[in-house]
């Protein structure tokens, strides 16, 4: 629950959730339950409401259980992440392959470093 209060903190609680449970939501979005309840409401001339969209949105997802991500993710936040965080992200060693084919940030039009 730090990182619900550090988006509390930072303002950005009206635009990301924390929740407790981990959850993927699979599948394309125009097949999804989610775009199909709001489609229909909004051809009956209707408006959704959070909840009805949320409900819909809960359709889709799959649980996705902790403990087989446990051991990986303690290593991560032990040993990786601190080694990251005392280097510049300059001098990070910089990889895309075959396993980034299908990350939404590939490709990406950052800013550039002169900017930052």
Do not use: K
Not at 15 to 36: C, E, I, K, M
Not at 85 to 109: A, I
Request: proline share 7%.
């Amino acid at each position: 629950m730090a990182l619900a209060g550090w988006l509390l903190d930072q303002g950005l609680d009206g635009q990301f959730v924390v929740v407790s449970d981990g959850a993927v939501w699979p599948g394309s979005h125009d097949a999804s339950n989610l775009t199909v309840v709001d489609r229909r409401i909004r051809s009956a001339g209707g408006i959704p409401t959070p909840q009805e969209l949320f409900a819909a949105f809960e359709n889709d997802l799959e649980s996705v259980p902790f403990e087989p991500f446990a051991f990986r993710l303690q290593r991560f936040f032990q040993d990786e992440l601190p080694e990251v965080l005392q280097s510049s992200w300059r001098d990070l060693p910089y990889h895309v392959d075959n396993r980034c084919r299908s990350c939404e940030y590939l490709g990406y039009p950052w800013r550039i470093a002169t900017e930052i």
